[in-house]
């Protein structure tokens, strides 16, 4: 690719992760408001979202997960919060504000035991966080997915609502297993060249293609946020206050255990995030549209909540930049009087 291509790229890339708490919620509005013109595209979405995974573990190596389970106890813990702590946060707070609601309690299940977010190797990169964990973890979490997502949608729901199993789990070894282990092996074949010189380039292509898949799968249930009500905003509220609670033990658990800073950042995003992209497109192919409600209103404000959490950890590490600068300050004003 010419140079200049490659620094057009690089700078839209840059423009877009600066956006990126606005471009989710953008993209809902744009998939409501023009519902009758990208539906027909759904067909696509399995195929747009294999390719954004396969460029998102084109930085990933099978190196950096030996090293990550070597000393698993970090990665275990967020497996624990991931798939065990916030899906029953979920099924609790679907029972208690939706009870008699199936649908809507499986879409709150749904929401947290899809796996953690891809798009958090960005806040984790932005912030200076543990990026091999948070990239061993995605990927030990992306190839576990086909089992784990539909076994704990059965064990929690049960026989309440209709769990098409072998019909998700071929559904995520297509979108999202295969695709992220031909990228790690590109990555491996060619010693780490394709994460430092495919990746960059493509990177702008994964956000352009999460625009698109919230659009299209935003279209499909367009009627429940065309009509605004009672339900839907209850649904939204209790979903913004599932999400902040996973931030929440995300930040609480990495201080609890006296974790490094670098590490804590990490836990704080991948607790908090999940791959709602990938949640909406199986909520869409294999439930009922009301099962898509809680997944879908959680990327109004997963991006945002990054962002804010983000900016709670840069006014600590200036806090903490301070305190450390305070006696060098004092000790220069005594030495020049």
């Not at 958090?120 to 990169?125: A, D, L, P, R, Y």
Request: aromatic share 10%; with cysteine; net charge positive.
């Amino acid at each position: 690719m010419p140079k200049r291509g490659i620094v057009f790229l690089t700078r839209t890339n840059a423009l877009l992760e600066k956006i990126m708490p606005l471009l989710t919620p953008t993209a809902i509005a744009v998939g409501v408001l023009f519902s009758s013109r990208l539906s027909p595209y759904e067909d696509l979405v399995p195929w747009i979202f294999a390719a954004m995974t396969f460029i998102g573990s084109l930085k990933s190596s099978f190196t950096d997960i030996g090293r990550e389970l070597y000393r698993p106890q970090k990665l275990l813990a967020l497996m624990l919060i991931l798939h065990v702590v916030m899906p029953c946060v979920g099924w609790t707070a679907g029972r208690l504000f939706f009870p008699g609601d199936p649908l809507t309690i499986t879409g709150y299940v749904l929401l947290f035991v899809i796996p953690t977010g891809v798009v958090s190797v960005v806040w984790v990169t932005i912030y200076r966080g543990n990026l091999a964990l948070t990239l061993s973890l995605i990927l030990i979490d992306t190839l576990l997915s086909p089992f784990i997502v539909p076994a704990s949608l059965y064990v929690m729901m049960g026989e309440t609502v209709e769990i098409r199993v072998w019909a998700m789990m071929k559904g995520l070894l297509w979108m999202v297993v295969i695709p992220s282990l031909a990228g790690m092996l590109a990555n491996q074949w060619t010693r780490g060249k394709a994460g430092k010189t495919w990746s960059p380039p493509l990177a702008p292509l994964v956000k352009i293609g999460l625009f698109a898949v919230v659009a299209i799968n935003g279209s499909a249930i367009a009627p429940y946020f065309k009509q605004v009500n009672g339900h839907l905003a209850a649904v939204v509220a209790v979903t913004l206050g599932t999400v902040i609670i996973g931030y929440l033990i995300g930040w609480g658990c990495s201080s609890a255990f006296r974790w490094s800073r670098a590490d804590s950042v990490a836990m704080q995003f991948n607790s908090g995030m999940r791959n709602l992209s990938a949640g909406a497109v199986l909520a869409v192919q294999y439930f009922p549209p009301a099962v898509s409600l809680p997944v879908i209103s959680g990327m109004l404000f997963q991006q945002m909540l990054a962002a804010l959490f983000g900016y709670r950890i840069a006014r600590k590490d200036g806090k903490m930049s301070r305190a450390d600068s305070g006696p060098v300050s004092d000790q220069a004003v005594s030495d020049h009087p």
